[in-house]
């Protein structure tokens, strides 16, 4: 079938794609039922044809997404206002998935190990108690002492360093900068102390972070 009798016969196809009943006898009287017979069956070839070179064009991308976002990279939003300043609710990171191994999409096993998390960084995680993930920075690391007093944190006996900027009064907040593992970023705690909040994982004297854990 040469090209230009195709397109002629695809132009003479009415609004739903059908053979008029006038041409059923040839296209406008100029084709025999045989030779109609033949185009047609073309016409159903290249409509077979269209999706499944429209798939082998969308493949590679959706493939190159999918690996993307289960092994390599993935946006997340802030769901709560817990790394305020630094981090808004509402905002939006990209998070390195390999930063401390590849790990499976659905079941999260770990086959490839790169790395373990370091103090200072932030990580994005599920926690054994909630199907919600958190993001939160990396303060202590396994077997490390920890305690919290009078809005600073001591990790082994020694306060993280901080530099106290001012008190914003509309919050009710002190905002200071704070340095964790030699990353510097700005914090707010109570201003009073009718902020202050009890938690039983972390008793006045502090508490040893398990292995296996961060805190």
Same mark, same amino acid.
């Given at each position: 079938i040469e090209l230009d009798e195709f397109k002629s $016969? %695809? *132009?003479s196809l009415d609004e739903y794609g059908k053979v008029p009943a006038t041409a059923k006898n040839g296209v406008a009287g100029k084709v025999d039922p045989a030779r109609q017979k033949l185009l047609e069956q073309a016409l159903a070839l290249y409509r077979e044809s269209v999706p499944v070179e429209y798939a082998k064009s969308f493949f590679p991308?959706?493939?190159a997404v999918l690996v993307l976002r289960s092994f390599l990279f993935e946006p997340f939003q802030i769901p709560t206002g817990s790394m305020i300043p630094t981090l808004n609710v509402g905002d939006f990171i990209v998070v390195n998935k390999y930063a401390y191994g590849l790990r499976l999409p659905v079941t999260?096993? !770990?086959i490839l190990n790169v790395g *373990?998390? !370091?103090?200072?960084? %932030?990580? @994005? $995680?599920i926690p054994p108690h909630d199907p919600n993930y958190f993001i939160k920075r990396v303060i202590a690391l396994?077997? *490390?002492? @920890?305690?919290?007093?009078e809005g600073v944190v001591y990790i082994n006996g020694e306060p993280l360093p901080?530099? *106290?900027?001012?008190?914003?009064r509309d919050l009710g907040v002190r905002y200071s900068r704070e340095t964790v593992g030699g990353v510097t970023h700005d914090i707010y705690t109570a201003a009073t102390q009718r902020y202050a909040r009890e938690y039983d994982w972390l008793p006045p004297e502090g508490a040893v972070i398990p292995e296996g854990h961060y805190f």
């Open positions: $016969f %695809v *132009e991308i959706l493939f999260g096993t !770990k *373990e998390p !370091k103090r200072g960084d %932030v990580m @994005v $995680f396994p077997g *490390e002492h @920890v305690r919290y007093a901080q530099q *106290e900027i001012g008190i914003i």
